[in-house]
T-cell receptor, first 114, second 115 residues
Framework: GAGVSQSPSNKVTEKGKDVELRCDPI?????LYWYRQSLGQGLEFLIY????????KSGLPSDRFSAERTGGSVSTLTIQRTQQEDSAVYLC????????????FGPGTRLLVL | DQQVKQNSPSLSVQEGRISILNCDYT??????FLWYKKYPAEGPTFLIS?????DKNEDGRFTVFLNKSAKHLSLHIVPSQPGDSAVYFC??????????????FGSGTQLTVLP
């Protein structure tokens, strides 16, 4: 398909373990965003990439969270030493360029930390 | 501090009638607004948007109204259909800022359209 894809779709992990979440944006989209949605909450911004650089990391909740993007395409969000409060749906979105207002979202990764 | 607020967590409407979803914001720097629809186990899907230079934008059954002085926007769906049942998120961004491109979302309103 031509949309944003994310993997895995679901992830269950034990507290203290590291997890990696992957996002494949729409081909050609230069801007990529990570959000998370906790139960009953709206989407919370985490980080924004323009190409491979991240000019805005202001939403990352702690230094256990990091993200990278390679080749201007795939992005990986890593959570180290997961905590129960990290349980949420992690959503990725992309836009065609730096000025694009409409963000196209992937289906999300549902993370459950036991 | 919630900058975008959707005060109604749920709304039920009869099929064929109008659905009105409301959203309030506090940040006067927001000047572009979007509505997204989300079905269970799917990502949000863009529905309609409006910039601050307009007070209304219409697309088929969907119309978004913006009242800048009241910092309020609303989404009207007419006529409502059972397939419209979903969670609707209001979102806002500051297009005038070079780095702040992220969207700020409300907490969503679950719309149920009853057949």
């Amino acid at each position: 398909g031509a949309g944003v894809s994310q993997s895995p779709s679901n992830k269950v992990t034990e507290k203290g373990k590291d997890v990696e979440l992957r996002c494949d944006p729409i081909s050609g989209h230069t801007a990529l965003y990570w959000y998370r949605q906790s139960l009953g909450q709206g989407l919370e911004f985490l980080i924004y990439f323009q190409g491979n650089s991240a000019p805005d990391k202001s939403g990352l909740p702690s230094d256990r969270f990091s993200a990278e993007r390679t080749g201007g395409s795939v992005s990986t969000l890593t959570i180290q030493r997961t905590q129960q409060e990290d349980s949420a749906v992690y959503l990725c979105a992309s836009t065609p360029g730096s000025g694009g207002e409409t963000q196209y979202f992937g289906p999300g990764t549902r993370l459950l930390v036991l | 501090d919630q900058q975008v607020k959707q005060n109604s967590p749920s709304l039920s409407v009869q099929e064929g009638r109008i659905s009105i979803l409301n959203c309030d914001y506090t940040n006067s720097m927001f000047d572009y607004f979007l509505w997204y629809k989300k079905y269970p186990a799917e990502g949000p899907t863009f529905l309609i948007s409006i910039s601050s230079i307009k007070d209304k934008n219409e697309d088929g059954r969907f119309t978004v109204f913006l009242n800048k002085s009241a910092k309020h926007l609303s989404l009207h769906i007419v006529p409502s259909q059972p397939g419209d049942s979903a969670v609707y998120f209001c979102a806002a961004r500051r297009i005038s800022s070079g780095s702040a491109r992220q969207l700020t979302f409300g907490s969503g309103t679950q719309l149920t359209v009853l057949p």
